[in-house]
């Protein structure tokens, strides 16, 4: 199975700036899509963010678009999710997802394989 390990999560203040990393195992990483998902408590996990294998297409949930940006790092098998502007809302546990597939999805369950989660915390 794939492996994926999360990084970066903290506490910000409002209008703050966070990079999550996500490092994954596997030879075959280019060739799968990798997304970004968020659980805040008693909500539902919700998708954030995905990339493409090349990293030529993204795709943005509304609540995030123009705040967050999504890259990868083939040679380096790392995602990032890049969030500026963050707000309070944006307080939830963030989980990197893995898909083996080339096509863009926003569903949880269409995703493989999980890290762990990272705390991402945005005072008022």
């Known amino acids: 199975q794939v492996q994926l390990v999360e990084s970066g999560g903290g506490l910000v203040q409002a209008g703050g700036s966070l990079r999550l990393s996500c490092a994954a195992s596997g030879r075959t990483f280019s060739r799968y899509v990798m997304g970004w998902f968020r659980q805040a408590p008693g909500k539902e996990r919700e998708f954030v963010a995905a990339i493409s294998w090349s990293g030529g297409s993204t795709y943005y949930a509304d609540s995030v678009k123009g705040r967050f940006t999504i890259s990868r790092d083939n040679a380096k098998n790392t995602v990032y999710l890049q969030m500026n502007s963050l707000k309070p809302e944006d307080t939830a546990v963030h989980y990197c997802?893995?898909?083996?597939?080339?096509?863009?999805?926003?569903?949880?369950?269409?995703?493989?394989?999980w890290g762990q989660g990272t705390q991402v915390t945005v005072s008022s």
């Open positions: 997802a893995a898909r083996n597939g080339r096509t863009i999805v926003t569903g949880p369950r269409e995703y493989d394989y």
